[in-house]
């Protein structure tokens, strides 16, 4: 398994958000929406199963602290996710042969965890110009986050939407690849 590099780029130009940038603890490989937003800890948002641990579906929730006592199937690795820029798909560090899945059902999209076979639904193209990772078969519209910070225990989330990418602030669209 190879991974890239893809540089975080924020620019204070028009159409890119000023971000208070994540500090993020979370060992890479990660993926973390480029602003804080508000995050309590400073840490970010990074792509994460829902619940903890293998689940189905994916958010994003507070980037976690490293710890290298876990293992890397750890259910508390499950903030860590890769991107692939060979196949497009957004995989799981700590589940391997998991990877992201867009499920449409007419307006509504959620973000599952389900075997990577290469589905266009699981392919995903990152624009390191604008930091946002876009559907490869529907180059308008882009990965974000909801505009509502929800408690997680200790933690906060934010669901993770698909919406146009001209229709969203840019602090909900723009992200962040971080590779070892």
């Not at 290298?68 to 497009?88: I, K, L, V």
Request: proline residues 6%.
């Amino acid at each position: 398994m190879r991974y890239y590099v893809l540089p975080l780029i924020l620019l204070g130009t028009s159409g890119y958000a000023q971000a208070d940038v994540p500090q993020v603890p979370t060992n890479p490989p990660y993926i973390v929406l480029s602003d804080n937003l508000d995050e309590p800890n400073g840490y970010g948002f990074c792509i994460d199963t829902t619940s903890r641990g293998l689940t189905d579906l994916a958010q994003t929730h507070t980037c976690k602290p490293a710890d290298a006592s876990r293992a890397r199937d750890d259910r508390d690795n499950d903030t860590r996710f890769f991107y692939d820029p060979d196949t497009g798909q957004i995989a799981s560090f700590a589940f391997d042969g998991v990877c992201l899945q867009a499920l449409r059902a007419g307006q509504v999209t959620v973000f599952a965890l389900l075997e990577c076979n290469g589905h266009p639904r699981q392919t995903f193209v990152y624009d390191a110009v604008s930091s946002t990772v876009k559907m490869a078969t529907e180059t308008d519209m882009c990965i974000t986050v909801s505009e509502e910070t929800i408690p997680a225990g200790p933690w906060v989330k934010r669901d993770l939407v698909l919406q146009s990418c001209e229709d969203v602030d840019a602090s909900l669209k723009q992200w962040s690849i971080v590779t070892e």
